[in-house]
């Protein structure tokens, strides 16, 4: 499971234009807004059960500008908060976790949580909390659908860089455009190699992350990683194959003491609104955007706030026997 960004609770404070006015200030007046926050996770896996995780809060304002001199912890307990999947609805139950900042706040932080059966493809998602002072905040989204992968090249024999190319394909790209998608969604591929270690009588198993390619750099050859984008495909150079095959072992003389398994894509796919939060908070949709100061993306009803979903789906990919005894490794 990814980590996604938080939404952040901070206090409204605004920037004005600067002028001469000696009454300036860089706060606007102060109203108090709740925050609903959640991401709903779907495996590619049909059946597997799903925790959904719900927080609420309140914006706060301080004494001066600095955010971080707050000491009241924001989040609101005592809420009845429901989560409905396609008409189907689920009570998330109020609990304690370990509070990620600790610095202001308590240990523990409040939160609302249940495990429920496994997501479909394409549900509708809501949620409601009523919060103790009667206010009431809702979202809805969709859940993501599958996603079938398809390949440039077969491998017939597995996984390998060591085979003639097509003119004009020299990369291995793979596709998982449906051709029935009306909404931009964000997507995160990511390759890595499975394998294991002989440390004793015991076989360590570990990954490798496979850069789709490498760019030339004061320092040498600097690897690139996939990142968020709302293309439905994604490319890797077979020499970043090569290179994350080698960096198994790399500084051990001893490479029949690995063993490698599989290769295997995974891709995240972000919803509508998870995406433009993301979007808003991070970037852009497209390499050809800019950020700007706009506001981030809210979907909350009666606050403010992200309700958003995403969907894992990966593909694994066997390697060839005699391309994984080219770096000395065991299969």
């Given amino acids: 499971m990814r980590t996604l960004a938080p939404f952040f609770i901070f206090p409204a404070i605004a920037l004005l234009g600067l002028g001469c006015d000696e009454s300036f200030s860089p706060k606007e007046e102060f109203h108090t807004q709740y925050v609903l926050q959640s991401f709903v996770e779907a495996t590619g ?10 927080l609420l ?20 307990a005592g809420a009845e908060v429901t989560v409905t999947i396609n008409q189907k609805s689920y009570h998330l139950i109020g609990a304690q976790r370990a509070n990620p900042d600790t610095t202001r706040y308590h240990i523990k932080e409040w939160i609302y949580t249940n495990t429920i059966p496994s997501i479909p493809p394409d549900a509708a998602v809501s949620v409601i909390a009523k919060l ?22 077969e491998f017939p024999t597995g996984l390998t860089s060591a085979f ?69 495909h994604c490319s890797f ?36 609104p998870l995406s433009k939060y993301f979007s808003s908070i991070n970037g852009s949709l497209d390499q050809y955007s800019i950020r700007t100061d706009a506001s981030v993306y809210s979907n909350v009803d009666g606050g403010i706030g992200i309700l958003g979903s995403y969907r894992i789906s990966w593909v694994d990919y066997i390697l060839d026997e005699r391309y994984v005894h080219h770096f000395g490794y065991r299969i």
Avoid: C
């Fill in 57 to 76: 809060a309140n914006t706060y304002d301080v004494i001066g500008v600095n955010p971080a001199t707050n000491a009241n912890d924001p989040a609101i």
């Fill in 237 to 272: 150079e077979f020499y970043a194959l090569d290179s994350a095959m080698a960096q198994i072992s790399a500084g051990d003389t001893n490479k029949s003491n690995y063993a490698v398994y599989k290769a295997r894509l995974e891709v995240i796919e972000y919803d509508l």
């Fill in 45 to 54: 896996v049909q059946g597997y059960p799903v925790t959904v995780t719900a």
């Fill in 132 to 153: 103790p002072n009667g206010r009431t905040l809702s979202a809805q989204t969709t859940v993501p659908g599958f996603r079938n992968f398809v390949s440039n090249y």
């Fill in 164 to 232: 003639s190319r097509r003119p004009g394909e020299p990369n291995w790209v793979i596709d998982w455009d449906d051709g029935n998608d009306i909404e931009v969604h964000l997507f995160v591929p990511r390759l890595t190699i499975t394998y294991s270690k002989g440390v004793g009588a015991d076989e360590v198993t570990g990954t490798v992350e496979v850069p789709s390619q490498y760019i030339l750099a004061s320092g040498g050859k600097i690897p690139v990683y996939p990142s968020p984008s709302s293309q439905e």
